[in-house]
């Protein structure tokens, strides 16, 4: 009877041993080549601070994010596999700063209500809180990403589109207010009567289904009419994804910007107003069609094709090249002062020393093939007016608010772009040297530095001003800048011994753990984002 008393106690004492040490590798993970996963993205981002990574932050474990790892895990002395296990995560987020919240006991987590209250959830935190947080947005069709209980920068974004359209400081941040929201959300919900994790993927599903039969788009949705919906955003310049036919994050928010620049309901849904509007606003660009390709109809006379604001820098156009495109192209020459012949459409001997004379006056590759970084220049300078100093301004309405993390990689470095300062009305051009949480950039010009100077009064500071920067595909973005040159120089005949930094709309997390200057420059930005919209 003794005996099997302490066989029985050393069995408990063994299960409840394993019970514990499943409790704390409950949040235990491993990545390794193949793996795509929000937590993936944030390593990189970590890799690429410590430069031991230089792609693309994608959530894809790909082959140079494995080589960055093994360089990691061989400088500190950890096994070289290339698989980041809790070792080398532990590792690395120490020596990059990343704070990572310990995870908490998982108790009673299946009410939506529990995590509204108490603690504050952002970029970093891992814990079960996280998790019924990413449940909850899911529910509520805002959060499409794997249920980690790690927040990353789907997690971050999601609670950003959240506070946007519930009227909450957009910051990322899962704090009391926002945690209360998403509660009551859940309450008045329509689409789920409890947000009991078990339920909401079927629900999601469900109402897709439901919603496109009623001609409403969300999230998740997948259809032709994604896809039209999608074509149509990217002819109006809200969208800059492929087209997919599949509704996520992108679409979203290109939906998201179209109705908060044409005054409806901003919720991200394209429902029959958003449609409506959509449909309303192309036949008023001259673009009835909604399905059709805009090459396959510029056939017509060469008013409208010249009409187009700016060439596909998807095409590359050579001695021999014919059509709409190369008038295009013949016409922005003539008028920046590279072209004198006739605009005929076909590229000859004339057309390709034009096209090398530009290639020369911008340090391109002069040899007379006009291939994207060349026709995105000549967009830049054909939109600024550079020739003339007259500047074809965005109005208001077409100002976007967007995440830099989202689009930055649109625009090579090298390109031009066209700053605006609405406060004075002064316009002038920078070319993009690096991107990073910001842009580096410098004046093209001594005129453009003139212009620039005269526009913050004359006065060499680091203050911030609001501005609307104009790139190369003719998409605006609100955003600011300074006057102050520092650091390295690549223009040298421009006046300007530097460069300078143009900040964009980043979540307040990351700029709060940029510093200070970053968090003056965000708030800058959100108060002339209110201005702008007050100018629709």
Known sequence: MGIYASHRFKITALICALLLCISCTAYAQYYRLGDEDEEIATIQSALKQLKFYTGDITGHFGTRTKEAVVKFQKKYKLQA????????????YSVAGIEVLPTT?????????????????????????????????????????????????????????????????????????????ISAALTGSTSSSSSSSSTSKTTTTSTVTASSSDNMLKLGSKSDEVRTLQTNLKTL?????????????????????????NGLSADGVAGAKTLAAIKTKLASNGSSSTSTSSVSTSTSSS?????????????????????????????????????????????????????????????????????????????????????????????????IYSSFYNWRNSYSNGEYCTVYDFSTGYTWRLRIMTKD???????????????????FGGK????????????????????????????????????????????FPIPMTRAE????????????????WELTQKMN
């Open 81 to 92: 596999d290339g698989i980041v296990g809790d070792d080398t995560l532990q590792q690395l």
């Open 460 to 503: 060499t500071t680091w203050t911030p001003k609001v501005v609307w920067v104009t790139f190369s595909d003719g998409k605006t973005y609100i955003g600011s800048t300074h006057d102050t040159p520092h650091g390295t120089q690549h223009i040298t005949t421009n006046n300007f011994k530097g460069h300078l930094c143009v900040h």
């Open 105 to 181: 006991s998982v108790t009673s987590s299946t009410s939506s209500s529990s995590s509204s209250s108490g603690s504050v959830l952002h970029y970093g935190s891992q814990n079960e809180q996280v998790r019924q947080l990413q449940q909850n947005l899911t529910a509520l069709g805002y959060y499409s990403g794997s249920i980690t209980g790690h927040y990353g920068s789907k997690t971050e974004a999601s609670v950003s589109a959240f506070q946007r359209a519930n009227g909450l400081s957009a910051d990322g941040v899962a704090g009391t207010k926002t945690l209360n929201a």
């Open 237 to 261: 310049g809200y969208y800059s994804g492929s087209i997919t036919g599949n509704y996520g994050n992108l679409t979203k928010e290109a939906v998201y910007n179209f109705q908060r620049a």
């Open 303 to 399: 008013s409208s094709s010249s009409s187009t604001s700016v060439l596909a820098t998807s095409a590359t156009l050579m001695e021999g090249s014919k059509g709409d495109e190369v008038k295009k192209l013949q016409k922005m020459l003539a008028s920046l002062g590279y072209f004198k012949g006739n605009q005929t459409g076909n590229f000859g001997s004339v057309t390709k020393d034009a096209v090398i004379a530009f290639q020369k006056s911008k340090g391109l590759t002069a040899d007379g093939i006009a291939g994207a970084k060349t026709l995105a220049a000549i967009n830049a300078d054909y939109s600024s007016g550079s020739s003339s100093g007259t500047i074809k301004v965005a109005s208001a309405s077409k100002v």
């Open 513 to 528: 753990a940029i510093g200070d200057y970053a968090v003056t420059h965000q708030k800058a930005i959100n108060a002339g």
């Open 437 to 455: 949480a910001h842009m580096d950039a410098e004046p093209v010009t001594a005129e453009d530095t003139a212009i620039m100077q005269k526009a």
